[in-house]
């Protein structure tokens, strides 16, 4: 039975700043974010749009091809930007997008890891019910404090998968090479809006955990480095990932993977997958029948390196022309604004901003988040 990946779509803000911009203000050099980090833009978020309402835009796209969207019972919500410590963020996009009532919903966090280990439970639960399918919705905003080497690689993006038999886009294969290891590299206590992290460490560790899980996943297999034809690296920021990419091997798809990337930021859980859609999306030759690896990372941490052939017809199930229109009609703000929009002057929603998709949060009352449809308020 073959089990994957049948469609996948991403979101992201309505805004984003140059980080030229903020290298002029923070008195840096632009080249220390274009060269050092491989980062040219950051998506930033209105008051008005959180991980719900980008989940919800990448969650509707993705099942548009959808024959029935009754045939999804369980939706996985990977992401360690939640709000609420008790209610799933994948109750809201259950609501919105007016899937069935006996549908599994919750949300999975191991920092960016929990999109991979999501996409991991629901290809063992459509194994087992093969009528099934599952929506794997994967949505992150990062935070730093300004003036912090953090800063120029905030970032965000929600990605949707549904997860299913006979895949249109990628099917799964069956290794995976797995890594877990306590290590403080990054971590956000729960009385904290931003992450901490120690950035030597996190980029020694995972480098390490690479190798790990690379060499593991290869056993396992019974392959060589030589029969992956690409692959995609959790992008915290693009050097990153082009740093995994001198030790594994040198590919020339790699580039195509981070074109995304380098314009949203960081999208943590949402990463990998919006390095995937960015090279399915934006190489010009066929990648059909291509082995493609998947190196996916989580601080603290939990490492998975595993693969999947790209489907013959791959194309047939992506709208790339709406990726790159989401990213080109994005409206850059100017840097009080965005400044605005870290330092809580603009906390509450506001009609001001725009939205990406069709749905906002519109108010909070007696601390419930109130979601509103954006055609319901016209």
Request: neutral net charge; aromatic residues 10%; proline residues 4%.
């Amino acid at each position: 039975m073959k089990i994957g990946i049948d469609s996948i779509a991403f979101s992201t803000s309505k805004y984003f700043l140059k980080l030229e911009t903020l290298a002029l203000h923070r008195r840096e050099d632009y080249e220390k974010y274009y060269v050092g980090i491989g980062q040219k833009q950051m998506s930033i978020f209105p008051p008005n749009e959180d991980i719900v309402t980008i989940a919800v835009d990448a969650a509707q796209k993705a099942t548009a091809s959808t024959p029935d969207k009754n045939d999804i019972d369980m939706l996985i919500f990977a992401t360690e930007s939640s709000f609420d410590l008790s209610k799933s963020a994948g109750i809201y996009v259950h609501n919105f997008l007016q899937l069935r009532e006996d549908c599994r919903v919750f949300d999975l966090k191991q920092a960016c890891y929990s999109a991979t280990a999501a996409l991991q439970l629901a290809k063992s639960y459509v194994r087992e019910n093969p009528r099934s399918k599952v929506l794997v919705v994967a949505s992150d905003i990062v935070k730093y404090l300004p003036n912090t080497p953090g800063e120029p690689t905030q970032g965000g993006a929600a990605v949707a998968m549904v997860v299913g038999e006979n895949p249109r886009v990628l099917t799964l294969e069956p290794y995976s090479g797995i890594h877990t290891t306590d290590v403080m590299d990054f971590w956000r206590p729960i009385y904290k809006s931003e992450a901490l992290f120690d950035s030597k460490l996190s980029v020694y560790n995972y480098l390490k955990s690479l190798n790990t899980t690379l060499e593991r996943y290869l056993t396992l297999s019974r392959l060589n480095t030589s029969d992956l034809d690409c692959i995609c690296y959790h992008a915290p920021f693009c050097k990153m990932a082009r740093k995994a990419n001198q030790q594994t091997l040198r590919n020339k798809f790699l580039e195509n993977s981070l074109i995304y990337g380098s314009l949203i930021g960081n999208s943590c859980s949402a990463s990998v997958y919006i390095c995937l859609l960015s090279l399915l999306d934006n190489t010009p030759e066929s990648l059909s029948q291509k082995r493609v690896g998947f190196f996916s990372y989580g601080s603290g941490s939990v490492a998975e390196f595993f693969s999947g052939i790209i489907s013959e017809g791959y194309r047939e199930a992506l709208s790339p022309e709406n990726s790159r229109r989401l990213i080109e009609d994005r409206m850059e703000v100017p840097f009080d604004e965005y400044e605005s929009f870290s330092d809580g002057i603009n906390m509450l929603p506001s009609s001001k901003y725009q939205n990406i998709g069709a749905v906002t949060l519109a108010r909070i009352e007696n601390d419930k988040r109130i979601y509103r449809s954006i055609s319901s308020l016209s």
